[in-house]
């Protein structure tokens, strides 16, 4: 297995920790990669390479990526090859926000059902960190799990509109 990404402490960081572990998590042939984000705007989703990586893994049987967030306003805007890539695999891309507004702040995760986890712990300094680490991934995987069964479909793949 590769070594762990040492401690995030910048934007850049981040976003190669999230390659990284989406790089172990497809390697580690992962059935379920969960990502929570208030709008994943600052997240890797228009990269290529990455969208790339994660349709060879979606083409696995009972594959599934979820998304929650607060909001998917920015993903648009930010993220258009995401938006027409997901078109093609809402079949298994789910995405999720939280249904009643006791939840004020979502973490900033990337986890699989594995041993992959990506922690943002500051998103202002950009500290967290990224590890292999089965334990820390089965605790966020319970956190997120608990605010999952809290939340509503989101982010139609087609939006209608007036």
């Known amino acids: 297995m590769t ?13 190669a920790a999230l390659r990284w572990g989406f790089t ?12 929570v984000d208030r709008d994943f705007a600052d997240w890797p989703l228009d990269d290529p390479a990455l969208l790339d990586q994660i349709t060879a893994w979606l083409r696995r049987p009972l594959r599934k ?7 998917f306003d920015e993903v648009p805007r930010r993220h258009p090859r995401f938006v ?10 789910e995405t999720w926000s939280p249904a009643d507004d006791g939840v004020s702040e979502l ?39 608990a605010l999952l069964q809290r939340s509503q479909p989101a982010f139609a793949v087609n939006q209608l509109g007036l």
């Open 3 to 15: 070594a762990p990404v040492p401690a995030i402490a910048s934007r850049s960081e981040f976003g």
């Open 24 to 35: 172990q998590a497809t390697a580690a042939d992962a059935r379920r990669i969960v990502c």
């Open 65 to 71: 990526w979820v998304l929650l967030a607060t909001s």
């Open 84 to 93: 027409a890539w997901r078109s093609a695999w809402s079949h298994a891309v």
């Open 107 to 145: 973490p900033t995760v990337m986890v699989s059902d594995g041993a992959v986890a990506v922690e943002l712990f500051d998103a202002v300094h950009w500290r967290g960190r990224a590890a292999l680490d089965a334990r820390a991934s089965r605790l966020l995987r319970e956190r997120i799990d």
